[in-house]
């Protein structure tokens, strides 16, 4: 499987501040939808919080051929 390195838009799922996941998105405007939809499910005074963010991530390439990421570089 192939590896590459870009500068992508990923939502971010924190727990207790923590990152416990990262999502490749296409752009802002999916980003901040899948945020929204997400936190609509949790429940009133959650430790979870969602962000989007612009920066660098080492991709993988998946066996389907999409890409996902396997580990984020925050300068």
């Known amino acids: ?5 870009e500068v992508v838009i ?3 799922m924190l727990v207790n501040g923590e990152m416990k996941e990262a999502r490749l998105q ?15 499910g949790l429940k009133i005074n959650s430790n979870i919080k969602y962000s989007c963010i612009k920066c660098e991530a080492e991709l993988e390439e998946n066996i389907d051929g999409s890409y996902s990421i396997k580990k984020l570089i925050i300068k």
């Not at 499987?1 to 390195?5: A, D, Q, R, S």
Request: positive net charge; aromatic residues 4%.
């Open 1 to 5: 499987m192939n590896e590459v390195t």
């Open 10 to 12: 990923a939502l971010l």
């Open 26 to 40: 296409t752009g802002y405007a999916e980003c901040i939808k899948g945020a929204r939809v997400a936190k609509r």
